[in-house]
């Protein structure tokens, strides 16, 4: 893992999700209103993700995603598509936990989520992939031995679980525990990960707000504050921690995984929390399996560098030092500055020096440009902008590597 400028993570990484081109807003809007053939939409999504892979060509990036053109927000349809589990639309408010950062972002501005996704019986995987057809396509785009440098990004494995209310995420006629339900939701991402190990993917970034929210005071002070709960906060990070590990088991050693770590990056730029990595940090980085951590540091609302002290030497960080929430150009040479911050108290926590803490570090953009496809307040060249200070910043630093 030390030298991840020859395999996934690289200097220069980016997080997944890419600005739509309007074109394709334009066709998805016209399919959901049956205006539009499903492959009609296919083709008009192959030709998007084929300009956006020459982008991320152009722009210096070895790690290419599709942009995640094919999903309406970041965590896809792989719940969905589960034997056991069901999408509500309009759900009821009685449900969810008021105080978790997202729901309570929705409450704030008056409004309540669309849509979710809840367990209705036994969780099996159908033995049929979501994410195939997506990889496979991002196969076509790069050549045969780029394929382990494709990212493909994966929704948390306990993503629909710290939203609803102690009881309400699974029937107890179902599950009599969390553990049971954690146990199937991990055989589950395992089953998936087979597939698309097969297929050839190598490198697989997990997206989660869910551990930013242990970082935030409200939600902490909510938590306790809830009666119903029959889990402290602490308690429920060791089982999400413990499904990630159940969910990678079989496949650590051979795939490359990683996991971001995100605030909120909903349409318009919006972020749902705050708080740094300080309360999670032991556990994190020492308990959790992953190889790299794709961390949010673009704001004073991340905190500082100082949790990195806790990082295991065999353990890579990228450093979301830039925004991708606005278009203004951030200040290289204090971002530089700023990484060599971080690497040092990375070698500090590691005993090592910085020339060796700098081998376990990279560069990206905090969060993706369009975690909904609406996009965030920013536009294609500021995005490209974006990208190519990113790359520029790792080159300074990191000369000649990816």
Known sequence: MANIHHNPPFRAEHLGSLLRPTELLTKRGAFEKNNLSQEELTQIENDSIKQVVELQK?????????????RAVFWGTFFEELDGMTEIRNPSMDIFRPYVPDIAGFIEKGHKPGQSCLCTGKIKHTGKSTLIGQFEYLKTLV???RWGDIKLTMIAPPWYHLRYKDGKAFPKEVYAN?????????????????IL???????????????????????????????????TAEELLDAYIKCYNDSIEKHASKMHFGLHICRGNFMGSRHFSEGGYDRIATKLFQNLNVATYYLE????????????LYLPSHKNVILGVITSKFPELEDKEKMKARVMEAADIVAKG????????LKRLGVSPQCGFASHEEGNSL??????NKLLLVRSIADDIWPGEA
């Open 178 to 194: 969390d553990e049971e339900y954690f146990s199937d939701i991990s055989k589950a991402v395992s089953a998936e990960l087979d």
């Open 58 to 70: 152009e722009c210096g990036f070895r790690a290419v995603s599709d942009g995640e053109y094919r």
């Open 350 to 357: 590691a005993g090592q020096t910085r020339e060796e803490a």
């Open 143 to 145: 050549p045969e031995e």
């Open 197 to 231: 190990y097969k297929a050839g993917l190598r490198n697989v970034q997990f997206d989660d707000p869910n551990f930013a929210y242990f970082c935030s005071e409200k939600m902490l002070k909510g938590w306790e504050e809830d009666k119903s709960n029959t889990k």
């Open 297 to 308: 540091y673009d704001t004073p609302r991340a905190g500082g560098f100082e949790p990195l």
């Open 379 to 384: 536009g294609w060249e500021d995005m490209k």
